[in-house]
């Protein structure tokens, strides 16, 4: 299958700072991405939809001041968690996938800690 | 609304076999897809059922019947790699993911 690489996969950070994640396809154009959030035990929340060249389309209750979506090119989308606070902690995910396929393929997930 | 409903745990033994039943109600369907995934680690890709029937992949086998809103993943010959959550997730109209909440799998020797 293909190849998505996220990064970094484990990061902790100061409350009050920033923190960006990476997300890239290696081996194909994504032309959608998607940013999950994991809280412990519980499945995945998708935060936003990124389409290349777009803003990205936010679910309910995320707030995008605080967590930034770049996807400035069809093999990387960015998500930034500014001013993060210890309440942010949790797994992040991306995923992506191209033009009409189906399936989409997650990046290895970023393990967040704000002390 | 949409919802996506799983068993919460389970537990088999090695070398038998188990099924993990997903019944949903979407907007809409555009396919149902079965993930594995190990604790702190991201999702990894099973199967995806677009029509009804049963699909066969090594020890891995999905169902789906799209008149009842219903899957299943069949995993044989149990091994101990095997305990992980199992999550279930419908693409929509919009081919957006509904997730399920995910059932753990937990293998006894």
Not at chain 1, 37 to 47: D, E, Y
Not at chain 2, 9 to 26: D, L, R, S
Request: glycine content about 8%; hydrophobic content about 35%; aromatic content about 12%.
């Amino acid at each position: 299958g293909a190849v998505v690489s996220q990064h970094p996969s484990r990061v902790i950070c100061k409350s009050g700072t920033s923190v960006k994640i990476e997300c890239r396809s290696l081996d194909f154009q994504a032309t959608t991405m998607f940013w999950y959030r994991q809280f412990p035990k519980k499945s995945l929340m998708l935060m936003a939809t990124s389409n290349e060249g777009s803003k990205a389309t936010y679910e309910q209750g995320v707030e995008k001041d605080k967590f930034l979506i770049n996807h400035a090119s069809l093999t990387l989308s960015t998500l930034t968690v500014t001013s993060a606070h210890p309440e942010d902690s949790s797994f992040y995910i991306c995923s992506a996938k191209g033009g009409s396929d189906t399936e989409a393929f997650f990046g290895q997930g970023t393990r967040l800690t704000v002390v | 609304g949409q919802n996506i409903d799983q068993p919460t745990e389970m537990t088999a033994t090695e070398g038998a076999i188990v099924q993990i039943n997903c019944t949903y109600q979407t907007s809409g369907f555009n396919g149902l897809f079965w993930y594995q995934q190990h604790a702190g680690e991201a999702p990894t890709f099973l199967s995806y059922n677009v029509l009804d029937g049963l699909e066969e992949k090594g020890r891995f086998s999905s169902f789906l019947s799209r008149s009842k809103g219903y899957s299943y993943l069949l995993l044989k010959e149990l091994q101990m790699k095997d305990s992980a959550s199992y999550l279930c997730a419908v693409a929509d109209s919009n081919y957006q993911l509904i997730w399920g909440a995910g059932t753990k799998l937990i293998i006894k020797p």
